[in-house]
């Protein structure tokens, strides 16, 4: 169906570094693959070139070829490969241009002048398919992340394509909304037989029905292209130096058999895999490394905190103290309030009712400046909180706000800089920065100044497995030399790996709030559209299915 | 109450509402525009379904400021023909021509007001430019343009407020003075403006993925025709703009606009 030969593409017509460079490969009928590579190894450009907008849409040059169905995109009119080949986007905000359910799904099939009969009956049918046909007459900015990414497979899936591609469609949603996601597609692909190119960083939940793996490196070259679990076994090192995510338990298997606590026959790809491929694991792997938060000093305690906006409640009756030096996480659905529980904690937005108090005195009267060497807030897009032209401006700027001697500035920023990994970078311009330095950046900024509780929404979203690692390392850093460290985030694995304490938030109140480890005995995190981590899914995997590899070393 | 208004076609309702706005201007005197506002305010609530609390929240902040516009174009009158003839307002002697000619102002502006609330308040944004591609062959690449910014706006506006409390937590002063606000706009413009392109951009890659190519050649889910319904709206009112012009001229207040302010 598709066939791509010796495509390389450059952005700039005389710029010697290719984004992509010298890609081959085939997909057949009813084909799945997964679109493996670190962040900005081109996956997104290659995925234009499939669908049609490059070379048209292309300032810079291309060279090899793409056909589809024996056409090359080179020569194909607008449109007419939409009909073929249909892409669901990352961002549910964006991919959208009409304001109700239907009427967006109209738009592709007017755009390929169905009758207008016929696409009355589509919807419903498209509708039913992904399960929003109650939706059909909804608005679409009320429909939460998880509805606008089924509805943008609707309208794809609408055109019949043969062909789907899916750019980290669940990287905005919950864990229970990504399975849904991930369950619909399975569906979708059992009645149909299209070929699917998956783009993704959370493996978990593809893996078990895709089995072909394509991979890029950095560079934009292909490194693999074969079965997943293959390339795993033979050289997982490469795999790992690219910064190409894992699936967890792969991860967990690998670190165990790396430090000779776990034996496998091949490095399982699912939990449901895992005790047929693995002969021995030691069970104190399986077991929680961080002690629960100790009792110490109180520095920021909220009481009966409610927010309304828009006479709609948002918060309700927070109760909540911060000790000093622990890591709190903060879990629940799209929706429920996380970010905004953050903002009002931090003194960014006021609460409707109840009190804030910092260090004992309200938070309201703390003076701006004051506060922010209290608290640091890193918001979920770096970029908004850029104000200076140079990566080293950026960071010293609060430090600017005081009066320190320019040559503290410098020593501190020089301190802050390689400590948050990006030395060499002094003179950049924040904007030029990839994705997961401008994170790093952004939480730079809001340290420096030692400050005392950092709050962070969203830190991980969007960043491969090494930055993930890298931004975690840091905080770990920061967290104990003595920083409160909040942070809301969807990976239960780093929950699990880093907090000392859990928040769970439902419509705006916190119904959980213990350690890690007695919210995972919870039987059922689902109603809060929440998953277990990794290793207590294996853990429950084993004994309901009494397997016993698991053994206590001593 | 029906919604006879709100099914009637949009590209014919705002012709009807551009051509009396035409036509009303040039009439000059009170009694016209009074009638006709009266009609069509009339007309609104009879046969429109309409948000009628917003309705009168707007309308009332159209009668302040005509009532502002009575008070200047009186206190600022041109030297009257007939200085003599004059008539009292509140302990004020005021020419009589000064009145007529402040009432034909405001009145005119009330006029406007009502017909343009007529359309706005029975028309569905999205409606409106489907019927502008259909009826009057309004290019898609804009009209779809438009739509994808419409939806664009609230998000604009989330993206603003967020800059501004990223800014706020940097330790960045809230601005004194014009200078400083000015600079302070500056910064927020960068990350705006790179987020606005960015969507913008995302926005268009997913049209084009669905098949837009901005030709005219397409098909319409929601089909929007010119029925005989729409064209008595059409006639009818300006029927109803005659009628009342006949009654004025008769009864003796009818005059046309000669370029008087």
Request: charged fraction near 25%; proline fraction near 15%; aromatic fraction near 6%.
């Given at each position: 169906m598709i066939n791509v030969s010796n495509l390389s593409l450059w952005f700039h017509e005389d710029n010697d570094k290719p984004i992509i460079s010298n890609l081959s490969f085939q997909l057949d009928r009813g084909e799945t693959m997964l679109l493996l590579g670190p962040s900005g190894s081109g996956k997104s450009t290659l995925t234009h070139c499939l669908n049609g907008i490059y070379p048209r849409e292309l300032d810079g040059k291309m060279t090899g070829d793409v056909t589809i169905f024996g056409q090359s995109i080179h020569d194909a009119h607008p449109g007419t490969i939409s009909k073929q080949v249909g892409v669901v986007f990352q961002d549910p905000e964006s991919q959208f241009c009409m304001l109700t359910v239907e009427d967006e799904i109209a738009f592709g099939l007017e755009n390929i002048c169905t009758p207008p009969l016929e696409i009355s009956r589509k919807i419903d049918e498209v509708l039913q398919m992904v399960d929003l046909i109650d939706d059909k007459h909804s608005v679409i900015s009320s429909l939460s992340g998880g509805q606008k990414q089924k509805l943008a497979l609707a309208c794809v899936l609408a055109l019949e394509p043969e062909i789907l591609i899916l750019?980290?469609?669940?990287?905005?949603?919950?864990p229970q909304a990504t399975q849904e996601f991930i369950k619909t597609i399975q569906t979708i692909k059992q009645k149909k037989s299209m070929g699917i190119i998956v783009i993704e960083h959370q493996l978990e939940g593809w893996v078990s029905f895709i089995d072909r793996s394509f991979i890029l490196s950095k560079d934009g070259k292909c490194m693999y292209d074969g079965p997943l679990a293959r390339i795993i076994s033979d050289n997982k090192e490469s795999v790992l130096e690219e910064g190409i995510c894992l699936p967890k338990i792969t991860k967990l298997v690998l670190t165990a058999a790396e430090q000779n606590k776990a034996a496998y026959i091949s490095p399982p790809l699912t939990i449901k895999d895992t005790p047929s491929l693995v002969t021995y694991m030691d069970n104190s792997f399986l077991e929680k490394t961080i002690p629960a938060a100790h009792q110490a000093d109180i520095i920021l305690s909220a009481s009966r905190v409610t927010q309304n906006k828009k006479q709609k409640r948002?918060?309700?009756?927070i109760d909540f103290d911060l000790y000093e030096s622990s890591f709190v996480a903060i879990i629940g659905a799209n929706g429920s309030g996380k970010t905004s529980l953050t903002k009002v904690l931090s003194g960014i937005e006021a609460p409707t009712h109840g009190d804030i108090l910092l260090r004992q005195h309200p938070i309201r009267n703390w003076k701006e400046k004051l506060l922010r060497k209290e608290i640091g807030y890193v918001f979920q897009n770096p970029e908004h909180q850029f104000i200076t032209d140079t990566v080293f401006d950026e960071i010293a700027y609060s430090l600017r706000l005081?009066?320190?001697s320019e040559s503290y500035i410098e020593e501190k920023v020089h301190y802050t800089l390689v400590n948050c990994q990006l030395q060499g970078f002094e003179h950049r311009h924040p904007y030029s920065l990839s994705q997961g330095q401008k994170r790093r950046l952004s939480v730079a900024t809001m340290i420096v100044d030692e400050q005392k509780i950092l709050f962070l929404d969203e830190?991980?979203?969007?960043?491969?497995a090494a930055s993930t690692l890298k931004l975690m390392q840091m905080l770990k850093e920061r967290h104990a030399k003595g920083t409160s460290i909040i942070m809301v985030t969807h990976d239960m694995d780093i929950v699990d790996k880093y907090a000392d304490r859990v928040l769970v938030l439902e419509n705006g109140e916190i119904i959980r709030d213990q350690s890690p480890d007695q919210l995972w005995k919870d039987s059922d995190l689902r109603r809060w559209h929440l998953d277990y981590p990794t290793r207590i899914q294996l853990q429950q995997h084993l004994e309901v299915n009494q397997h016993d590899f698991a053994i206590k070393s001593t | 109450m029906t919604s006879l208004l709100n099914q009637l076609n949009p590209s014919i309702k705002a012709f009807t509402v551009i051509l009396l706005v035409c036509l009303l201007t040039f009439v000059f005197d009170p009694f016209t525009p009074l009638v006709y506002c009266l009609f069509t305010i009339l007309l609104t609530f009879v046969c429109g379904k309409i948000a009628w609390k917003r309705y009168m929240l707007y309308f009332l902040i159209i009668i302040l400021l005509s009532v502002g516009m009575l008070w200047t174009t009186l206190a600022f009158?041109?030297?009257?023909?007939?200085?003599?003839d004059t008539m009292e307002i509140l302990f004020w002697d005021i020419p009589k021509e000064d009145v007529t000619v402040a009432l034909a102002l405001t009145l005119r502006m009330l006029a406007f007001a009502s017909l343009s609330f007529m359309f706005i308040f029975t028309t569905n944004m999205v409606h409106f430019i489907l019927s502008l591609m259909q009826?009057?062959?309004?290019s898609p690449k804009l009209a779809y343009g438009v739509l994808a910014g419409y939806r664009f706006l609230p998000l604009m506006k989330d993206e603003l407020n967020q800059i501004r409390a990223a800014h706020q937590i940097r330790g960045v002063r809230r601005a004194n003075g014009i200078k400083e606000s000015i600079q302070q706009y500056k910064r927020y413009a960068i990350p705006l403006l790179a987020g606005a392109i960015r969507k913008a951009e995302r926005t268009a890659v997913a049209m084009e993925s669905k098949g837009f190519s901005g030709e005219r050649q397409r098909t319409f889910y929601r089909t929007f025709t010119v029925k005989w319904q729409d064209w008595t709206f059409l006639v009818g009112m300006l029927l109803l703009f005659f009628i009342i012009i006949m009654i004025s001229i008769k009864l003796g207040y009818f005059s046309w606009y000669k370029g008087q302010f």
């Open positions: 750019d980290e469609p669940t990287a905005n949603l919950d948002v918060l309700h009756q005081h009066p320190y830190p991980t979203f969007g960043q491969d | 009158a041109d030297e009257p023909n007939r200085p003599h009826q009057c062959k309004l």
